[in-house]
DNA sequence: TTGTAAGCGTTATCAT
DNA sequence: ATGATAACGCTTACAA
């Protein structure tokens, strides 16, 4: 058994609750018991049992990290180490914790979640993705119990505390980009539907074609899962049409989709950027590491996470602060991976 | 304020400890109680409350992970992510939850050990690493609190529970894989030497040199950080011998360092497989990735996370069981980076 | 400024 | 088979 408030109490000889309040370092105990109590605090190797001071104070100082059900997926993208660096970095500097939830599917990560909020494991969630229909944001949501989203929350965007980019301003960046080099045809390649940001991508994407007049065609989109393999399958499709009607642009909206692609032209011999420019979207190191090195919209992956994890602790430590729309910036790093197109 | 055992207990009209006990689905209570007590939980919403439970019980349900001190390098590497969807896997079959070490370097991370273990956070600890002098490990050991690494331990290894790969072996399997090629110069590219694994593979490299009569040359041995710049820094070095004298092969002990490697080759105008081979390990997303797609040692990143958890849960179950080291299979995927020399 | 005692939500021991 | 009650280690009125 470990050394409790106890016994440092009878070894400074004053009374527990005393002990307690030096730990607080509440301003109503002499300078001299406090520096007794500190001295048998070390004397005998004390550390306060958080369990029991959880309970005592309803309050755990650990917040819950929510991944999506296809965790397996998630996992495998750099975006997931990178909003984890930045989420830990948050809660470290204010002392909190991070527990995953657990799971293989959605319905084990509701449960997962139900559990740690129900059973008081943690003071607040944060939720590492957005998706369309979301139980789990419900579940918190009716509960009324404190979360942040990273994303968009698809609905009660005025409700609920969410750090992002501007995706679609960033899509919208990309797509301009492209056109400014002088592309007309250029497609568009994202992630799973059901998730926001593929959503809210795609709606930048269109905007920037509309107001360039340029055509909207529905066979220059395409959705696959964040992978490696969705990339590959995109390609195919779109170099099955006719050669005049190709793109000669793509926007991918993750970076390891992107290499996908990259890997599938160059063994159809289609080179980039000399035959199809490519823009992609995170910035994580499989960027630089691809030949050729891919330009892409630095979406601050870190600051997402940290600030995330900022946003969750200001709000439980003040109940009372407003719900807040944070946006993180965006940027498009350019490589070489696109270039004017070779006219026609 | 949460539904507690006593509303429950009030609501079935039973005591508090019955209710307890149904929970327990202790076989003293009979039938028709449980059933009566199921239905006032369902009734009224009841959630059990872990953190009173884990008081009353001194235990936690929780593991806790512990990365490197140099975190960011480690977070960006994937392995972690695998091995983190292994673990993840094991705990959540037994119900456990995982909770992660925060902390910018070895202090912090030091400290928030200690906080985790006195402060009762976790019932166990899994190491996510192995390193020479490691004062984490010093302190869980002194404490004789209940860990379990991946990766071999420096010291102790009879007295930890570990789960590793015979990385010496892995590394011989490796060299003698090129060897039998029929390379003869061949180049050894580690990671950062105060990691055990470093130690062990570098071991295992030069155990086939001398076994198949190879001479042994201190400027083939190369350490560098496990990152992408690491490989490129690695590849100039060894591009500066005589030509004759430079190596036609290489092992590289992590697949991200293996494509800074090949990146640089590519820029140096060095092709691979013709010009020099390329042999990595952990064989992951990475390897697939690259042009051409690695070979690489694939060291089952997922079952070691797995097995982590599942023998560190044994071992908190029954405080009896040996201590264990659990090997993990590896084997070497063969892809494109490796070919026969063109003999000169 | 400090001590006493109740309470946080469970579990476990001892009665009955 | 079930109920009372103490205990887990801490915090926080309320007293002194």
Chains 1, 2 share one sequence.
Do not use: W
């Not at 007794?36 to 005592?56: C, D, Q, T, W």
């Not at 369309?132 to 965007?157: A, C, H, Q, S």
């Not at 301003?169 to 400014?180: M, R, V």
């Not at 220059?220 to 006719?242: K, N, T």
């Amino acid at each position: 058994m470990s050394i409790t408030i106890k016994d440092v109490a009878k070894y400074a000889n004053v009374a527990p609750s005393t002990v307690s309040r030096v730990i607080a370092n509440n301003p109503r105990i002499s300078d001299r018991t406090k520096e007794k109590v500190r001295e048998a605090m070390k004397e005998l190797g004390y550390h306060p049992n958080f369990i029991a001071r959880s309970l005592a104070n309803q309050s755990t100082q650990v917040i819950g990290l929510v991944t999506p059900g296809s965790s397996d997926v998630f996992f495998q993208n750099p975006f997931f180490p990178t909003v984890l660096r930045g989420l830990s970095e948050g809660a470290h500097e204010n002392q909190y914790a991070l527990q995953l939830v657990t799971g293989q599917n959605e319905e084990e990560i509701y449960n997962g979640v139900v559990q740690m909020v129900q059973g008081g494991r943690v003071d607040g969630v944060i939720l590492l993705y957005s998706k369309v229909e979301d139980r789990i944001l419900m579940y918190l949501r009716e509960r009324n119990f404190p979360f942040v989203m990273i994303g968009k929350p698809f609905n009660f965007v005025e409700e609920i505390t969410h750090v992002d980019n501007d995706n679609a301003q960033a899509a919208k960046d990309a797509t301009d980009f492209l056109i400014e080099l002088g592309h007309e045809r250029i497609s568009f390649i994202g992630g799973d539907e059901n998730l926001v940001v593929t959503v809210e991508r795609l709606t930048g994407y269109e905007n920037a074609l509309t107001q360039a007049s340029l055509p909207y065609r529905e066979d220059y989109i395409l959705h696959q899962s964040f992978l490696l393999e969705g990339g590959q399958d995109a390609v195919c499709e779109l170099m099955e049409l006719p050669l005049m009607e190709r793109p000669t642009a793509l926007v991918v909206a993750d970076d390891l989709m992107a290499l996908g692609v990259l890997n599938t032209l160059n063994e159809l011999g289609i080179s980039v950027p000399e035959d199809i420019s490519i823009l992609s979207f995170n910035n994580v190191l499989t960027s630089e590491m691809a030949r050729p090195p891919l330009s892409s919209v630095d979406i601050n992956i870190f600051n997402l996470g940290y600030n995330a994890s900022k946003h969750l602790i200001e709000r439980l430590k003040n109940p009372e602060v407003p719900v807040k729309r944070v946006i993180i910036e965006h940027e498009i790093v350019k490589r070489f991976s696109t270039e004017a197109p070779v006219h026609k």
